[in-house]
């Protein structure tokens, strides 16, 4: 008929029934992937907490690119395992130790600090001195001065009888002081009983008035001893305040020789007088060394060896012992071992010895050198 358009249809075109529907079920196939895809790369809208992050793999294509497979992953393919050192043997102990010794210093040091002692009692250069009045005071040793170096393990004593050896053999001498109040004396037992020397008190000016006397019985002691064969030595009790009172004292120790030998020291015994005032409280330290040296300088011009016969406070306090290298010390130390710092040759180490032909106590002295061969 002129005037109508025919249509081909599907069958004109060659499209059958069943690509229809595999077009239509690609184009469903497609539809769900993109949409699947958009949800899984959707980003969420609450925000993030902050928390450790999980172990497990993430579903993102770009974290698990990052994670090697779970059935490969090593120790070794870990960085984190590089963070910690390797343990060495025996590390924990030394560290453990290293701690222990710490501590252990840290004590030490803490005990030092409260052991409750001056710095001067620990560094070996000041020696302790107490005074009369009972304080304690420290005191700082001369370096030019000889110094004390008996050992003390080598001291013996036997019922009251100080002896000094060296390798084996007794190299000190046991001495007895005699003075005006001693009862008579026998000599003979003496000697037999061991004592070796004798020093004799020749005289003594009062600490109070400054009258110089003479013991009653030094003459007759001194031809005694000298008869029973013992070693003699002599001393003045001073309390000299001027050179022309010292130099006094001096003479009148060397002319009380006579034609006596004598081989032991003339020694100046000086000190202050317990629980009294002397005359020598009021006196420098300078005249005090003064008035000794003068002392010194009449014994050793006579041809003889002097000493000084002090404790330690007076020595270390109230005399310049620069003074006095040419001159002996008789250190006076009853109480205990001496710890005078400086060079002395005798020691006064008791006044309450028995001896046999002595009545009662008596003083002894041990003597660290023979003065018969000086």
Avoid at 291 to 303: E, K, M, P, Q, T
Wanted: aromatic residues 10%; proline residues 5%.
């Amino acid at each position: 008929m002129p005037g109508k358009m025919n249509l081909p249809d599907d069958n004109e075109k060659g499209i059958t029934p069943q690509m229809r529907a595999a077009v239509v079920m690609t184009a469903c196939v497609t539809l769900l992937i993109i949409v699947i895809v958009l949800i899984s790369n959707r980003k969420p809208t609450h925000h993030p907490q902050v928390t450790t992050p999980d172990p497990e793999p993430q579903t993102s294509p770009v974290i698990a690119e990052e994670v090697p497979p779970a059935n490969t992953t090593t120790p070794s393919d870990l960085d984190f395992w590089n963070m910690y050192p390797e343990e060495k043997e025996g590390d924990g102990e030394e560290e453990a130790s290293g701690s222990g010794d710490k501590e252990g210093s840290d004590t030490e040091t803490s005990e030092e600090e409260d052991d409750g002692l001056p710095p001067e009692a620990k560094d070996g250069r000041h020696t302790l001195v107490v005074n009369r009045d009972g304080k304690e005071e420290w005191l700082l040793i001369s370096p030019y001065l000889p110094k004390n170096d008996y050992d003390y393990t080598n001291l013996v004593s036997q019922s009251g009888r100080m002896a000094y050896y060296l390798d084996g053999k007794e190299v000190s001498y046991l001495g007895l002081c005699v003075d005006k109040y001693d009862d008579y004396i026998d000599f003979n037992k003496i000697k037999n009983d061991g004592i070796d020397f004798v020093m004799l008190r020749v005289g003594v000016r009062g600490y109070g008035t400054g009258t110089l006397s003479l013991d009653e019985y030094y003459a007759d002691n001194l031809s005694r001893a000298t008869q029973a064969g013992l070693n003699i030595g002599l001393y003045f009790s001073s309390q000299a305040i001027t050179v022309e009172e010292a130099t006094e004292e001096a003479l009148t120790l060397v002319n009380a020789i006579g034609d006596a030998k004598v081989s032991y020291p003339l020694a100046i015994d000086i000190g202050f007088i317990a629980n009294d005032t002397s005359r020598i409280e009021d006196l420098t330290k300078a005249q005090k060394t003064e008035i000794i040296r003068a002392f010194a300088d009449i014994v050793s011009n006579a041809g003889y060896t002097c000493a000084i016969h002090a404790d330690k406070e007076f020595l270390l306090k109230e005399i310049d012992l620069s003074k006095f290298t040419d001159v002996d010390i008789w250190i006076e130390n009853r109480a205990d071992l001496p710890d005078y710092p400086y060079a002395f040759t005798m020691w006064d180490y008791t006044s309450n010895a028995t001896i046999d032909g002595v009545s009662g106590y008596t003083d002894l002295t041990i003597s660290f050198i023979d003065y018969t061969q000086k």
